[in-house]
């Protein structure tokens, strides 16, 4: 729902990449969001919700991964 072909998102990438993964790191990469999708307000849902969930989702990446109860390692699958 962020864009109309799968798409990189390579401006976040770019705030991820060689950085200590921390809670500065993530506000970055979330800071970048609008760099690489514009979404559009749809029936099904609005730009503003559609960013949300996205910037929701790298948050919740680094709740994951920073939480010594769930031990991830780099390219563990993450569901739910």
Same mark, same amino acid.
């Given at each position: #729902?962020?864009? =109309?072909? /799968?798409? !990189? =998102? $390579?401006?976040?990438? &770019?705030?991820? +990449?060689?950085? $200590?993964?921390?809670? *500065?790191?993530?506000? &970055?990469?979330?800071?970048?969001? /609008?760099?690489?999708? *514009?979404? $559009?307000?749809? =029936? !099904? ?12 989702? $790298? @948050?919740?990446?680094?709740? @994951?991964?920073? +939480? /010594? =109860?769930?031990?991830? @390692?780099? #390219?563990?699958?993450? *569901? #739910?």
């Amino acid at each position: #729902g962020m864009a =109309a072909t /799968p798409a !990189r =998102a $390579i401006n976040i990438e &770019k705030a991820l +990449s060689g950085e $200590i993964f921390d809670a *500065s790191t993530v506000d &970055k990469a979330i800071a970048a969001l /609008p760099m690489d999708f *514009s979404p $559009i307000n749809d =029936a !099904r849902a609005s730009a503003e919700y559609r960013q949300n969930v996205a910037a929701n989702l $790298i @948050q919740r990446c680094w709740l @994951q991964w920073s +939480s /010594p =109860a769930t031990h991830l @390692q780099v #390219g563990d699958y993450v *569901s #739910g």
